[in-house]
């Protein structure tokens, strides 16, 4: 079992930057693939990165593709989605999930990923 803990939302002009952690507790954080999701106003939840268990293979939707950045450090159980560049459209709020490989899965899909923080709202003024 694990539980996510999302912080570092909050309200931005267009262009500026924010850094959103994942803190985790529980067993076994270094096992897990982390995802980021975001849901904006009357949208469906929809993929924005993902970072394996050793950090080495990461994914992104194409939309934040050159602007946002996911790491993680295992030792500190902590989970980040650097975003920069930010636009209006980013708005949103965000998802850390976590979960083992699931095998048959896309890694965008939300079913991929067992665990899910209670989120967080990033908000990008015009």
């Known amino acids: 079992q694990v539980q996510l803990v999302e912080s570092g939302g909050g309200l931005v002009p267009a262009g500026g930057s924010l850094r959103l952690s994942c803190a985790a507790s529980?067993?076994?954080?270094?096992?897990?693939?982390i995802g980021w999701f975001r849901q904006g106003p009357g949208k469906e939840r929809e993929f924005v990165a993902r970072?394996?268990?050793?950090?080495?293979?990461?994914y992104y939707t194409d939309s934040v593709k050159g602007r946002f950045s996911i790491s993680r450090v295992n030792a500190e159980n902590t989970a980040y989605l650097r975003m920069n560049s930010l636009k209006p459209e980013d708005t949103a709020v965000y998802y850390c999930?976590?979960?083992?490989?699931?095998?048959?899965?896309?890694?965008?899909?939300?079913?991929?990923?067992?665990?899910w923080g209670q989120g967080t709202q990033v908000t990008v003024s015009s």
């Open positions: 529980g067993r076994s954080f270094s096992d897990y693939y």
């Open positions: 999930a976590g979960g083992g490989r699931a095998y048959g899965v896309a890694y965008y899909n939300p079913i991929a990923y067992a665990y």
């Open positions: 970072i394996n268990p050793s950090g080495d293979e990461v």
